[in-house]
C-alpha cells in the first residue's frame, strides 16, 4: 500500500503540469493581449510560472522518491535528529535570494506599467494633467463603473461633461490617460485583454495608462471583492478607430443633452 500511494502522490506533479500543458490548446488560459505593454507582463508571468513550475517538479520528485524509498516495510534503525544547522542556513538563503532576483527581474515590467506614463517626460518622470489631459473619468461604484468624458471644450469635470455607465469606447493605437477614483469601497479596475488591473481606493485619484493595439470588444470587471454585487460589476470596453470613436462620442453627446436640456449645451459651448 506504501507504494501505491506513492504512485497516487506522484500523479499530483503529472496532472498539474498536465493541465498547464493542455490549458492553452482548449482556450483556458491568459485572455488574448491587445495593449502594447501587454508582453511585458505576459513574459513576467511565464518567467515566474517557469521558475516555481521548476522548483515544484523538483519538490514533489523528491517527495515521492521518499515515499517510495522509506515506504514502512523497509527494516532497520531508525536514526531521529533536531535538524541540521547548515541545512536550514541553506534553505533559507535561497529561497530569499529568488525572490530578491524577481523583485530586481520585475521593475521593468513594474515602470513600463506603473511608472513611465504617457505625461511622463525624458527622464521618465511622471507627469500629471498638465502635461497630458485625461481621456476620460472612471468611478467605481457599488456595483457599477461611473464613466466621465470631456464634453465639447475637451476640459474634464465642466457642466458638459458626458456620463455614461459601463460602456467604455476607446480609440485604438493611442495613449489613453484615465483617472481612477472610488465613491464608496475599494473596487479593482481590471481590464484583462490589456494586462491593466489596478485598485480604486476612495479618497484618490489614480492615473492609469496604456495603448490598445487592435479594435474589438473586451470585458471590463472589478477584481476586488467590493460587496454583494461584486459578482455583476462588469461592463464592455470597445476598441475602435478614432473617427468611430469621435462619431460615438458625439452621439452620446447629443444623446444627453436632449435628454437634460439646452441648457447644458450653452453651458459647454460657452467655456
Known amino acids: ?79 531521529y535528529t533536531h535538524g541540521s544547522h547548515s541545512l536550514e542556513i541553506i534553505w533559507t538563503i ?64 465642466d457642466s458638459d461633461d458626458i456620463y455614461i455607465v459601463n460602456d467604455l469606447h476607446l480609440p485604438v493605437n493611442e495613449e489613453i490617460l484615465i483617472y481612477l477614483k472610488s465613491d464608496d469601497v475599494l473596487h479593482s479596475f481590471f481590464l484583462p485583454n490589456l494586462r491593466v488591473k489596478q485598485d480604486a481606493v476612495p479618497g484618490m485619484k489614480i492615473p492609469v495608462w496604456f495603448r490598445a493595439t487592435e479594435k474589438g470588444t473586451y470585458d471590463i470587471v472589478c477584481a476586488e471583492l467590493c460587496g454583494w454585487g461584486h459578482y455583476k460589476m462588469k461592463g464592455q470596453l470597445t476598441i475602435e478607430s478614432r473617427a468611430e470613436y469621435d462619431e460615438w462620442l458625439d452621439k452620446k453627446y447629443r444623446e444627453q443633452t436632449a435628454t437634460v436640456g439646452p441648457q447644458l449645451a450653452s453651458q459647454g459651448d460657452g467655456e
Open 94 to 157: 535561497l529561497p530569499a535570494a529568488t525572490l530578491l532576483f524577481i523583485a530586481i527581474y520585475q521593475m521593468n515590467a513594474w515602470a513600463e506599467s506603473k511608472i513611465r506614463n504617457p505625461a511622463a517626460g525624458p527622464d521618465g518622470i511622471l507627469g500629471t494633467a498638465d502635461d497630458m489631459p485625461p481621456t476620460l473619468e472612471v468611478t467605481g461604484r457599488q456595483f457599477e463603473w461611473r464613466l466621465r468624458y470631456p464634453g465639447k471644450n475637451g476640459q474634464l469635470g
Open 1 to 79: 500500500m506504501g507504494k501505491f500511494w506513492s504512485l497516487i502522490f506522484l500523479l499530483v506533479p503529472i496532472l498539474g503540469v498536465a493541465c498547464f500543458a493542455l490549458a492553452p490548446v482548449y482556450n483556458h488560459w491568459l485572455p488574448s493581449d491587445v495593449s502594447q505593454h501587454g508582453h511585458t507582463i505576459d513574459h513576467l508571468f511565464y518567467f515566474i510560472l517557469w521558475l516555481t513550475g521548476a522548483v515544484f517538479i523538483a519538490t514533489e520528485v523528491v517527495l515521492f522518491w521518499f515515499l517510495w524509498r522509506y515506504d514502512g516495510k523497509r527494516k532497520g534503525h531508525v536514526n
